[in-house]
Each structure stands twice: as structure tokens, then as C-alpha cells.
């Protein structure tokens, strides 16, 4: 069966300070891969997706970037995080070809002081 | 573009009775709606999905869904519902548009809050 891990679970880091959040996707090959954030426990907002290894579709610009260097792994990053960066991150896969259905991991918690 | 709405911030209901969270949605040709559900400081588990055939769909723990094309709504129900259902519903769209790749778009979401 297939499974998505995502980490940390939780996440604090000061303004200014890099972030790596890493997603890894067991079970099948050649996932889409997406990247959400959820901002004060409501709606999602969809940043990035990827459709195989080093292609990246931006939806929203933005001080985030990601990165998909083998085929079950996306990475979120930045440089320097801002306050506005906080929130609760999540990755999700679908199968490629029936893409109907999105899994989703458990999230990352995201607090930046 | 796809779009879907959730008018209901929060439901209320008691513990065996039933519920029932509405979602409409704008869609240009046939709409593949899906529900999720999540849990506090958790991912978002999926439900249940219409893509073509009846317009009643069950899904998981009990829950089913109405789509409705006249009125383009996809109400999720639940006969009798359980204090464990108390969590967040999400409602959503797949974008048609060619290079979309199963991209969904999600309503804003209801709360729902079930007590004994």
C-alpha cells in the first residue's frame, strides 16, 4: 500500500532562517506531488506541484520554493522566512493517470517568532 | 474555472441526529467533486468522490453525498451523527483545464460540531 511521510511535525524557527520541509511518497511511482498551506486551521491554498523529477509549477509567488530531486520526494524551501510564512503545511500525492484522488501526509506545523 | 463554495462556517448538531454540510459548485462541463475531512492538526483524509453514475455516493465512516445538477450542489450527509465526527469537511473541485494535472480546488471549509 502507499504511504506519505512528511516532517518535522512541528517546526519552529526564528525570522530570517532557512526552512527545508520534506515530503517522501512509499508505494507508487511517478506520484504528482503537491504542496498546500493552511492558514488559521481554514482554507487551503495550493503553492506548488510537480508532475516528475525537477518539474515545479508555482501557483501562488511567493518567499517559498520547492524541489522534487528524485521521483517520490518534494521538498519545500526558502532562504529567509518571514512571519507571514507561518501556518500548517501539507503534502499530498495523486497517482499519476487517475488523478482524481489526492492523499494527504499529517502536516507540518510551521511557527515562525 | 472550477470553483465549489461552502456557505456554512460551522454546523451544529446533536449527538444521533442528522447531518448534513452543503457544498455548490461552478463548473464548465462535468464536475468530479470529492469530500474530505479533517482532524485537528492532521492531513485531510478523503471521503468519498462523484465522477459519473448515481447521483448518491457513500463513502467512508457512514457518510454519503447528494449531487444535484439542477441545483449544482454536492451536500455531504450522515444519518445519525457521533461526537467523532465533530472535524473540519472540505468539499472540492478537480480543475478540467488541460494542463491542470488533478489539481483540486478546495472550499473554505465547515466546522462541524457534534455534541452528546
Known amino acids: 500500500s502507499q504511504t506519505i511521510h512528511q516532517w518535522p511535525a512541528t517546526l519552529v524557527q526564528p525570522v530570517g532562517s532557512p526552512l527545508s520541509l520534506e515530503c517522501t511518497v512509499e508505494g507508487t511511482s511517478n506520484p504528482n506531488l503537491y504542496w498546500y498551506r493552511q492558514a488559521a486551521g481554514r482554507g487551503l491554498q495550493l503553492l506548488f506541484y510537480?508532475?516528475?523529477?525537477?518539474?515545479i509549477s508555482s501557483e501562488v509567488p511567493q518567499n517559498l520554493s520547492a524541489s522534487r530531486p528524485q521521483d517520490r520526494q518534494f521538498i519545500l524551501s526558502s532562504k529567509k522566512l518571514l512571519l507571514s510564512d507561518s501556518g500548517f503545511y501539507l503534502c499530498?500525492?495523486?497517482?499519476?493517470?487517475?488523478?482524481?484522488?489526492?492523499?494527504f501526509g499529517a502536516g507540518t506545523r510551521l511557527s515562525v517568532l | 474555472a472550477q470553483s465549489v463554495a461552502q456557505p456554512e462556517d460551522q454546523v451544529n448538531v446533536a449527538e444521533g441526529n442528522p447531518l448534513t454540510v452543503k457544498c455548490t459548485y461552478s463548473v464548465s462541463g462535468n464536475p468530479y467533486l470529492f469530500w474530505y475531512v479533517q482532524y485537528p492538526n492532521r492531513g485531510l483524509q478523503f471521503l468519498l468522490k462523484y465522477i459519473t453514475g448515481d447521483n448518491l455516493v457513500k463513502g467512508s465512516y457512514g457518510f454519503e453525498a447528494e449531487f444535484n445538477k439542477s441545483q449544482t450542489s454536492f451536500h455531504l450527509k450522515k444519518p445519525s451523527a457521533l461526537v467523532s465526527d465533530s472535524a473540519l469537511y472540505f468539499c472540492?473541485?478537480?480543475?478540467?483545464?488541460?494542463?491542470?494535472?488533478?489539481?483540486?480546488?478546495f472550499g473554505s471549509g465547515t466546522q462541524v460540531v457534534v455534541t452528546p
Open positions: 499530498a500525492w495523486s497517482p499519476r493517470g487517475r488523478e482524481n484522488i489526492q492523499y
Open positions: 510537480s508532475v516528475g523529477i525537477g518539474q
Open positions: 472540492a473541485v478537480r480543475d478540467m483545464t488541460t494542463d491542470s494535472w488533478g489539481k483540486l480546488q
